[in-house]
């Protein structure tokens, strides 16, 4: 299992954020400056977050980002759900709603797998963005 630099890069700038005042917008810019992030790239990561609800876009002069719920209701899944599209390690349905997989209905592995997906699903429902705020 590899963490994409989305979910790093994603990670790192919803701490900066969530440290910032929740009643004055923050700019991408100054979080990929304080972060050492590209800023374009971060603008594409923050408008995916956008359309998940973690963030909301301020526009005009002073615009800018703020936190759309609290550090405490946003888990590392959720991040990730956000900026990569989903936490399976291995996906078997979708596997086999694609016809990528011709042993999928006599595979000794699938439940493995299933099992595997809910342990990393539940574990990183365990961690929210408040967990890194303390460190």
Not at 27 to 45: D, T
Not at 107 to 115: I, R
């Amino acid at each position: 299992m590899k963490i994409s630099i989305d979910t790093d890069y994603s990670l790192r700038a919803l701490q900066e954020l969530a440290k910032q005042d929740r009643s004055v917008p923050y700019s991408v810019f100054k979080i990929a400056q304080k972060r050492n992030i590209p800023n374009k790239y971060l603008e594409k990561l923050f408008r995916r977050l956008k359309q998940a609800g973690i963030v909301n876009a301020i526009k005009g002069r002073k615009g800018g980002y703020k936190m759309a719920r609290e550090p405490e209701k946003i888990t590392v899944k959720d991040i990730i759900a956000a900026v990569d599209g989903r936490t399976h390690i291995h996906n078997c349905e979708e596997r086999k709603n694609q016809k990528l997989c011709e042993f999928i209905d006599q595979c000794t592995f699938q439940d493995f797998w299933n099992d595997f997906n809910t342990h990393i699903d539940n574990f990183l429902d365990t961690y929210t963005l408040a967990d890194f705020l303390k460190k």
